[in-house]
Each structure stands twice: as C-alpha cells, then as structure tokens.
C-alpha cells in the first residue's frame, strides 16, 4: 500500500462547478497534513495545512479524518486559474520526538477548469 | 523573510558525467534541508535530508550523494550520472524547531541526462 494515495484524475471541470479530492494515508501516527499545488514544471507550492477541525481558506475547505485516515480538499466556485495538480501531503514522523520533519507526497491530482 | 535559492534551473549533461547542485536558504537558521526527485509524471521522492551541518540521511540507495558543509546550504552530487538520474531536482527547507512545519521549496533544476 502506498503511503499517500491520490485519484490522479484528471478531473475536468467547468468554471464554477465545485470539485472534491480525497486522499487516503497509511501512517496513523502522522500529526501533520498539507494541501500543495503544483503547476506545470514549477515547485510545489503550500496551499493550506489541514487541521483537525477541518479549516477553510476562501474558496477552498480541508478536512481531516484520523479515524478512516483520509483527507479531502474540496474547492467551491472553480476558477481557470485552479487548474493545477494538488498534493497530499502527511509527514512520516513515528514518533513524539522525531524532528526530521519529513513529509511524504502523494502522487497528485490533476485538475482543469474549463471555460 | 527566508528565502531559498536553487541552482542551476535548468542542466542537460552527458551519462557519466559528475553532477553538482547547490541550494541555500536566507533568512534563518538551522533549518532542516531536504533534497527530493520527480520524475517525469511521477510523484516526489525524498532523496536526503538533514538535520545539522555535516548530519545527512539517505532514503533511497543510488548512486547520488549529499552534503551540507554550512548550515544553511545543501549540495547533491554524483560521480557518474545514469540516465535514470534524470528528472526535477528540488530543494526545501522547514524550520527545525517545528518539525511539524510544511516545506518550502526552491524552483527546482531540471536535469536531462542524455
């Protein structure tokens, strides 16, 4: 089993349209959890950390379920510039104590928005 | 702010060729540094990390190395490169203190090795 898994898509979406990305984690013991963007042969980028408590950022809302082990982003009111591919992100810690920092990246799920 | 720098951007060299990538961040200290690889149409792969000055771990066996000669700069080598060795080659750093923080990458250098 992977250690971050991702539906790669690609989702193809007209502007406006809300879409939703869940991602599965094996890792019980990770206490961090991220959403990146990545354009076409750029970095990756930081869109928003997830919290326990679900959070939101504008348009986009992140959710957290230790229970199932799963995360999902879900973006509302899908705009041209949305499309990206987004990664799930889990940090490997093991433990209380381990300050590597490490984090372990999904293979991403491309999104387009269409006009 | 903090900043990272990652260079060259773009690199195309021959099979067996040597290898060298720096990368080094501004405005901080002691960050923990990470080298990770995307291939094309894959995901990242952490290559090496580490936590202090001469403090480096391998995550993956290849024929590439690491090393951090200062705090603030990471370097990844190769004696002899394979074809394989192609892909995006990304730096990043997080603040050590907070391990639980996100990473922050450098633009990237796009190695082709012909």
Not at chain 2, 21 to 50: D, H, K, M
Request: aromatic share 10%; glycine share 6%.
């Amino acid at each position: 089993r992977k250690e971050v898994e991702q539906d790669p898509g690609p989702f193809n979406v007209p502007e406006g349209a809300t879409v939703a990305f869940n991602c599965t984690y094996s890792n019980s013991a990770s206490q961090s959890f991220f959403w990146y963007r990545q354009d076409c042969r750029k970095e990756p980028k930081l869109l928003m950390s997830v919290y326990s408590s679900g959070n939101e950022d504008g348009r986009f809302t992140a959710q957290l379920n230790r229970a199932s082990q799963y995360i999902s982003l879900l973006i509302r009111d899908s705009k041209l510039s949305d499309s990206a591919t987004y990664l799930c992100v889990v940090n490997a810690a093991t433990a209380f104590w381990d300050n590597t920092g490490k984090l372990i990246f999904g293979q991403g799920t491309t999104l387009q928005v269409k006009p | 702010s903090q900043t990272i720098h990652q260079w060259p951007a773009t690199l195309v060299q021959p099979v067996g060729s040597p290898l060298s990538l720096e990368c080094t961040v501004e405005g901080t200290s002691n960050p923990n540094l990470y080298w990770y690889r995307q291939a094309a149409g894959r995901g990242l792969q952490l290559l090496f990390y580490s936590v202090g000055i001469g403090q480096i771990s391998s995550e993956v066996p290849q024929n590439l190395s690491a090393s951090r000669p200062q705090d603030r700069q990471f370097i990844l080598s190769s004696k002899k490169l394979l074809l394989s060795d192609s892909g995006f080659y990304l730096c990043a750093w997080t603040q050590r203190a907070r391990s639980s923080s996100p990473l922050h990458f450098g633009n990237g250098t796009r190695l082709t090795v012909t």
